[in-house]
């Protein structure tokens, strides 16, 4: 679930007053401006940068995760919701996950996606 915090204020179904969407958009980014945002499946909310290394996190409560997914179209929310029932991203407390998450919480990308020096 990537998503470029920029166009979050776009999404009509999230709250542009919203102080998580005011917390994820100050996180710290990647500063060349060609990393990304993602809300892993364990619950917490990680800025890569191009390189895929996480820049900065913030576990998300059950209640912000709700929340976060709102920033999401309805037909991508709806395939994703039922996964993230009941999880808690505070309960990741192994630094090493937080900053090197395991492949399967990692963003899946097309191969050729983001290219532009063809």
């Given at each position: 679930m990537?998503v470029e915090?920029d166009?979050m204020?776009e999404n009509?179904?999230?709250a542009?007053?919203?102080?998580?969407?005011?917390?994820l958009?100050s996180?710290?980014?990647?500063?060349?401006?060609?990393?990304f945002s993602?809300?892993?499946m364990d619950?917490?909310w990680?800025?890569?940068?191009?390189?895929g290394n996480?820049?900065?996190y913030l576990a998300?409560?059950?209640?912000e995760?709700?929340e976060?997914?709102n920033?999401f179209?309805?037909?991508?929310?709806e395939n994703?919701?039922?996964?993230?029932?009941?999880?808690?991203?505070r309960?990741v407390?192994?630094?090493?996950?937080?900053?090197?998450?395991?492949?399967?919480?990692?963003p899946?990308f097309?191969?050729?996606e983001g290219?532009?020096?063809?």
């Amino acid at each position: 679930m990537s998503v470029e915090l920029d166009q979050m204020a776009e999404n009509p179904s999230c709250a542009n007053n919203s102080a998580l969407l005011s917390t994820l958009k100050s996180l710290p980014r990647d500063p060349s401006g060609l990393g990304f945002s993602h809300l892993g499946m364990d619950g917490v909310w990680r800025t890569f940068d191009r390189a895929g290394n996480v820049v900065s996190y913030l576990a998300l409560s059950p209640e912000e995760i709700k929340e976060a997914l709102n920033i999401f179209p309805k037909s991508f929310r709806e395939n994703i919701e039922k996964r993230l029932d009941g999880v808690d991203g505070r309960n990741v407390t192994d630094i090493e996950q937080l900053l090197h998450p395991r492949e399967d919480l990692l963003p899946k990308f097309e191969e050729n996606e983001g290219e532009t020096d063809k």
